[in-house]
């Protein structure tokens, strides 16, 4: 997103068996728009949550991503931040889930290049074991997500409790990787109960 060094001959050059890569790329000016089309968001970061109550970046680890991702048919964005600040608060309240790679304490933060090599090293050696899925896809997601919060609006839960149960929902739901037909069978599931309470 907004690349600093443009992709010229120099790029092209250090590409080696990645020129495909190169060619493919897809320069966008936002975090949204680099997103369209996307089932799920997956962040990065060095910084995992150390409290129960920072949801937003409570993480897995790159093997259980892996383990995952190879079961399920879907588009996956997988979100690197900038080397010098990692991502902004905004950015990882953007992302579904988050995943942290383990390193030591006095040095946790690696640079793209080798947190990337590690998710993908991941993501190439997991074996895909059983039958794959259809992810739901993001709109179905935010559908979900927002019958969710039409129930808890219903509750006596005060604002930010009910922040919270969106975030905690969120995770859930992600981490979990929902099906399309899962999310089928929610939606129609939380469709009735806002029937009934009405």
Do not use: W
């Amino acid at each position: 997103m907004n690349p600093q060094t443009p992709i010229n001959d120099e790029a092209r050059a250090f590409a080696m068996g990645g020129l495909d890569v190169l060619k493919s790329a897809n320069v966008v000016s936002t975090f949204r728009k680099a997103l369209k089309g996307v089932n799920l968001v997956v962040g990065t970061s060095s910084v995992a949550a150390t409290s129960t109550s920072n949801l937003s970046r409570v993480s897995i680890k790159p093997a259980e991503l892996a383990k995952k991702v190879q079961a399920v048919k879907g588009t996956i964005a997988i979100v690197f931040g900038r080397e010098s600040s990692g991502l902004s608060n905004r950015e990882v309240e953007g992302c579904d889930f988050m995943v942290t790679i383990p390193a030591s304490r006095e040095y946790n933060v690696l640079n793209i290049a080798t947190a990337a090599s590690i998710i993908f090293y991941e993501i190439f050696h997991q074996r895909i074991r059983g039958r794959s899925f259809e992810l739901a896809s993001r709109p179905v997601m935010e559908r979900l997500l927002r019958q969710f919060d039409g129930l808890l609006k219903r509750s006596n839960m005060a604002p930010h409790r009910r922040r919270l149960a969106h975030r905690a929902f969120r995770n859930l739901t992600s981490r979990a990787f929902v099906s399309k037909r899962e999310a089928s069978l929610l939606l129609g599931l939380f469709r009735k109960l806002q029937t009934e309470l009405t």
